[in-house]
């Protein structure tokens, strides 16, 4: 069988899996009257909730003679861990950009990764049906990118298409005629070369993917490198550095046939594949024929920049709304996490109730989160900090990150006067038509960290920011923090309408009447820098006058509502996030105020002394 491995590779929100989804219809990975969700490549539920990318899958459609595997790939900066360890499987790529806006960040990550591997570009410029398109503009700077990437005399004679996903139609001219996706199918069958791989060695595979599976177990997707694999073939998998880790016999093949994986009972070199047997082996593991002796060389990922402390929730409300508390399930839910997530590193604390998670940023984190809650755990957890390298003259290094920002002309002042105060240095600023302006930072990490709230304030909701790690830099010098101090309870019980009445002058609060609060916990954001202790669980003194208006029901001001990345976000150094199931609160590190003071005194004690 003739095969084509692509990998189709975006920015967030460039419409990836929409064209992918127009493939699979025409592909003819559906019948006709096969009822088919919208973005069907995006199967798990916090995907379609938050409408990106979080994990990279295979597809397989049919063309002709030509069987097409075709890899779906996050457009996220957080998930590049997920585009890094699938570019090994593909021999082209399929660099999808917005008429309208043009290559931004995520594009050059995800493109200079599939350059410097040397793999066959293919441009397709996507929504060129939008009222704000710029195609022949949008294609020159396409061409200044490839050019700035360093791309071979070969990949910058890439062809380019026209097309609007939603619409499922490519056309090879701007003039050319809207019909379907058959320019694209016949591109890629004429551009991307097929696998370059040994049919006649013994069987070896490089594992790019893992899942896990209730019935089958540990199902590893890889491409086929050398030979043919069959069901019930011994095998053994070695890790990176050529070291054995297990021997076994394999019991599933599966490949990819539109949404569905088909049982097989063998495949060729070539072929992108999912198979089952193995209980050790992960990703960047290489599993082979017992006569083979070294690995297949994996690509190193970049290096996770940002880190938080998951821990025990210790709460008084700990276990009332969630049924995974300990830290022994919370540390096998991590472990299992970061076995098939390359770009997350798990480190267990000094106390044996916390671990130090690391990762690409506070998006990758948050979504682990969100999915570790609606499973039912119960977890605290710190505000995220920037994890800084020395060099060899023993300078600190900190992550740099580089910040693409359009905005509305009448607030550009606004947000550069955010970002130099956050130590960012602008390198570039143009129009970029309708208005607007495209801003370029370099940025430390750390400044970041709960800016993008504040910028969608700033801009009235009508900014968009991208960033992407651009390097280690010298450390920039301290950064203002929150200037605002916070609300907290002084006691255990249900907070009381009448109590936030009187409270509302001092600052907006956080919960809503009825809801359990404790001792440390924070209720509310108080006007002034300090933090400040109420008793919010007192109810109105009955009293025996019965004037007119005396007793006006309470209204209250609508509470601050924070979703899980804004409440991280928002929290300083000495408070928590308390995840459950059920609600996300804002607490103290330390809920007793006398600790607190304590630790204060111990810090001002420190801060003198340096």
Same mark, same amino acid.
């Given at each position: ?5 692509? @990998? ?21 990975? $559906? ?8 973005? *069907? ?63 931004? /960040? ?22 060129? #049906? ?28 890439? =062809? %380019? ?33 097929? /696998? ?15 899942? @896990? ?20 073939? @011994? ?9 054995? !880790? ?29 198979? *089952? ?9 290489? !599993?082979? #024929?017992?006569?083979?002796? @070294? =690995? !297949? ?5 970049? /290096? ?15 276990? %009332? ?33 916390? $671990? ?42 900190? =992550? ?7 905005? #509305? ?21 143009? /129009? ?22 504040? $910028? ?5 909701? %009508? ?17 203002? *923090? ?25 600052? =907006? ?64 150094? #000495? ?33 003198? *002394?340096?």
């Amino acid at each position: 069988m003739n095969l084509r491995n692509i @990998a189709i590779v975006a920015h967030v929100d460039h419409g990836k899996t929409t064209l992918v989804d127009a493939m699979l219809k025409q592909g003819g990975a $559906f019948r006709a009257n096969q009822q088919v969700a919208e973005r *069907a490549m995006d199967s798990n539920d916090l995907e379609r909730e938050r409408g990106i990318t979080i994990l990279a899958k295979c597809t397989g459609v049919q063309w002709g003679d030509y069987k097409i595997n075709i890899v779906d790939t996050p457009g996220h900066a957080d998930f590049g861990g997920e585009v890094e360890r699938i570019l090994s499987m593909v021999d082209g790529v399929v660099l999808l950009v917005d008429a309208a806006e043009g290559p931004l /960040p995520q594009t050059k990550f995800v493109l200079g990764k599939a350059l410097a591997l040397g793999l066959k570009p293919m441009v397709v410029i996507n929504k060129i #049906d939008r009222s704000d398109a710029r195609p022949d503009e949008v294609h020159n700077e396409i061409f200044d990118l490839f050019a700035a990437l360093d791309a071979s005399d070969e990949q910058l004679d890439f =062809p %380019t298409l026209y097309a609007s996903g939603r619409s499922g139609w490519a056309k090879e001219s701007l003039d050319g005629e809207e019909k379907d996706l058959k320019p694209l199918f016949d591109l890629i069958v004429k551009h991307v070369p097929a /696998p370059k791989v040994n049919a006649d060695a013994p069987f070896s595979m490089l594992v790019s993917i893992i899942e @896990a599976n209730s019935f089958l177990g540990r199902v590893l997707t890889g491409r086929l490198e050398s030979g043919k694999i069959k069901v019930n073939m @011994a095998v053994k998998a070695l890790t990176r550095e050529g070291q054995q !880790i297990e021997a076994g016999r394999v019991t599933k093949i599966m490949v990819f046939r539109g949404l569905e994986r088909v049982e097989t009972n063998e495949a060729q070199a070539g072929d992108i594949i999912a198979v *089952a047997g193995l209980t050790k082996a992960t990703v960047a593991d290489t !599993i082979c #024929d017992p006569a083979v002796e @070294a =690995p !297949i060389p994996s690509l190193p990922v970049d /290096p996770p920049t940002i880190a938080m402390t998951f821990s025990v929730n210790d709460s008084p409300l700990a276990g %009332t709304e969630g049924d995974k508390v300990t830290s022994r399930v919370i540390r096998d839910r991590l472990l299992r996490e970061a076995e098939g997530n390359v770009a997350i590193k798990i480190k267990e604390t000094a106390g044996s109730d916390a $671990f130090e998670v690391a990762g690409r940023g506070e998006l990758q984190l948050g979504v682990l989160i969100e999915t570790m809650r609606r499973e039912g755990f119960e977890l605290s957890i710190s505000r995220p900090r920037v994890l800084f390298q020395t060099d060899e003259a023993g300078q600190k290094l900190e =992550p740099i990150e580089e910040v693409q920002i359009d905005v #509305d002309e009448q607030h550009s002042g606004t947000v550069v006067q955010s970002m130099s105060e956050r130590k960012a240095e602008m390198i570039g600023m143009r /129009p970029s038509g309708g208005g607007k302006v495209r801003i370029t930072f370099l940025a430390p990490s750390r400044g970041l960290i709960g800016y993008h709230g504040q $910028f969608l304030s700033e801009t009235r909701g %009508t900014g968009l920011m991208n960033r992407i790690f651009h390097e280690y830099a010298p450390f920039k010098g301290n950064i203002q *923090a929150r200037r605002t101090g916070v609300i907290l309870s002084n006691g255990n019980g249900e907070a009381v309408a009448y109590a936030m009445f009187k409270l509302e002058d001092r600052g =907006p609060m956080m919960i809503e009447p009825g809801a359990k609060v404790y001792q440390g916990m924070i209720v509310g954001e108080h006007n002034k820098s300090n933090d400040l202790e109420v008793n919010i669980l007192e109810g109105k003194k009955l009293t025996n006058v019965r004037a007119s208006g005396k007793d006006e029901a309470v209204r209250l001001t609508p509470p601050l509502k924070f979703t899980l990345e804004k409440a991280i976000a928002y929290i300083a150094d #000495d408070e928590l996030v308390e995840v459950t199931p059920k609600n996300i609160r804002l607490r103290k590190r330390h809920l007793d105020p006398n600790t607190r003071k304590r630790e204060e005194k111990a810090r001002a004690a420190e801060d003198a *002394a340096a």
